[in-house]
């Protein structure tokens, strides 16, 4: 179920207040455990020329530009899910 899908990745915002969602993901990439390759979407206004491999280069795994449908979200989640073995 998606509800079940969507526990298996996290979504990062890349402009947050203290500590940006780069930041945030090179942070959980750096320590071990299990959270460590924990597939992490970027979902973020910044669309410009860059931004996806900004994203990318910080370790998140995938990026969806907002405003993001329903469908694309669907498709993201099942793609992290189905490589995280659900």
């Known amino acids: 179920s998606l509800s079940l899908s969507l526990s298996l990745s996290w979504r990062q915002d890349c402009n947050m207040p203290v500590m940006d969602g780069w930041e945030a993901t090179q942070q959980i990439r750096m320590r071990d455990g299990p959270n460590r390759d924990t597939p ?23 990026y969806m530009a907002k405003p993001v449908d329903r469908s694309q979200l669907v498709a993201c989640v099942a793609k992290w899910a189905s490589s995280a073995g659900a």
Request: net charge negative; glycine share 8%; charged share 20%.
């Open 40 to 62: 992490i979407v970027a979902v973020t206004a910044n669309a410009m020329a860059g931004d996806r491999d900004k994203c990318l280069a910080a370790g998140m795994s995938d």
